[in-house]
């Protein structure tokens, strides 16, 4: 555990989540909440006398490209650490080795990129015109050479601390494959990472009762595995946001040009059957906001959820599904959110989106624990200024999800075991 480690002469090689959005043009940080979520681990290191390589990727490069270098983070990291940072312009090479080894105690190198070479998603890079089998030889020959990144990474430090929890869901060389390569004893989460799993772990595994799980978001098919492991914990699920029109459909319900998976209507109707074996209270909306175009601009009306108009598509949670939502939240000792109740990046839409991110913190007050996750439901806490009126706000959509669905995370079995 990093808490119970001593860094004193230590060098650290620590994964860290430094995929930030930067501006279009000036090319600055335009949100700086990953690069805070990396100091604690970061301070810890150098205050205990240990010094500190630090390893990222940022967007999706193929191969070294200037826009998805990570010097935009230098200047953001050194204010925060109120310290000089070092920058080696290539992970790999000459130049990262010996500024690895002339680091001193309490000094931090921040190496480029590690995306700039493929082998560390393991993922080649090929013309559409490639065939199968070279696409297999490929990615075959590409596993061997991330295995060789994943060594030579190993030679700048003795240990090995994983703080990416963003990529915690992917087996790539500086996420997983490393912690091979360094003895077991010397391989760790960061604060980041403990403070994600104990969040998860407490919703998943040691929630008091009553549980509520809200979720939302566009579809059914991206949230269904989620879905089928809460129904074994919760005593309540609430469904909205364009998923709730599935189920609605499914149910016989009319619902106009509304979003729709018409491939998962029985899907639904088994959902609504397990909750109702495993008695877990099911909620879906009973009111919808519709509109007449898929615009801000549009003319809006309300009905019942199961009678939109033709033509017509529900785009958000009405004032009654509101107030029930809203009751039922304000009931629960453990709610996790997953999701937006409607399209709430269009401010007509948005209304319901806000108004249940509101009765999560207003519980939150009297005392129930708040695990949100996803994007979207994040960008909503964050929207209406609730961050620290929740319990806690995760830091990794995709990592969050899977885990919560009960998957392993290569990034999280590499270090924990099973
Ligand atoms: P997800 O990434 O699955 O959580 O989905 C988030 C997206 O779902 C957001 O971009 C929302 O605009 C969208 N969404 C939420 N409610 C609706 C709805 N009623 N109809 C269409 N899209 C929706």
Redesign the pocket.
């Known amino acids: 555990m990093i808490q119970d480690f001593n860094f004193k002469g230590i060098k650290a090689i620590v994964r860290v989540d430094f995929n930030v959005p930067l501006d279009k043009k000036t090319s600055a940080v335009t949100d700086d909440t990953r690069i805070r979520g990396a100091l604690p681990t970061i301070k810890k290191i150098t205050s205990e006398g240990g010094c500190c390589i630090l390893m990222s990727h940022l967007g999706r490069p193929e191969g070294p490209m200037e826009k998805y270098s990570l010097k935009p983070v230098l200047p953001v990291l050194e204010k925060h650490l109120g310290q000089k940072v070092l920058f080696a312009d290539d992970c790999m090479g000459e130049s990262a080795k010996k500024m690895s080894a002339e680091l001193k105690p309490g000094e931090v190198l921040l190496l480029e990129n590690v995306r700039f070479y493929p082998e560390e998603e393991g993922k080649p890079i090929l013309p559409e015109t490639a065939t199968e089998e070279e696409k297999k030889a490929a990615k075959a020959a590409l596993k061997a050479k991330q295995k060789e990144m994943a060594k030579t990474l190993a030679t700048y430090a003795s240990v090995y601390v994983n703080d990416a929890f963003g990529t915690a869901h992917r087996a790539h060389a500086t996420t997983a494959v490393m912690a091979d390569y360094f003895p077991k004893d010397k391989i760790m989460f960061g604060f980041l990472i403990n403070s994600e799993l104990a969040a998860m772990d407490k919703v998943l595994n040691n929630s008091q009762k009553p549980f509520t799980a809200i979720m ?4 059914v098919s ?2 269904i595995m989620l879905i089928e492991n809460l129904l074994n914990r919760v005593d309540n699920l609430i469904i909205g ?2 998923m ?2 599935t189920f609605i459909k499914a149910m016989g319900g009319k619902i106009g040009k ?2 729709c998976e018409e491939d998962k209507l029985d899907l639904a109707l088994k959902i609504i059957e397990k909750a109702k074996e495993k008695k877990v209270n099911l909620y879906l909306p009973v009111d919808s906001l519709n509109a007449d175009k898929f615009e801000n601009e549009s003319n809006t009306n309300i009905t019942a959820v199961d009678a939109v108009p033709d033509g017509w ?4 949670i009405a004032d009654e599904t509101i107030k029930e939502f809203s009751e039922v939240i304000g009931k629960s000792k453990t709610i996790l959110w ?8 269009m401010e007509k839409f948005s209304k319901g989106t806000t108004a249940i991110a509101k009765a999560i913190a207003e519980a939150t007050s009297k005392g129930a624990y708040s695990l949100i996750g ?3 439901s994040v960008a909503a806490i964050n929207k209406n200024g609730l961050a620290d009126k929740v319990s806690y706000v995760s830091t990794g959509g995709g990592a969050m999800l899977e885990y919560m669905e009960g998957k392993k995370l290569p990034g999280i079995v590499a270090i924990r075991g099973e």
Request: proline residues 4%; aromatic residues 8%; without cysteine.
């Open positions: 939302g978001g566009a579809k991206d949230k946001g364009g709730t029109y509304s979003l598509l529900g785009l958000d997953n999701g937006p109740m409607g399209v709430f990046e996803g994007g979207d």
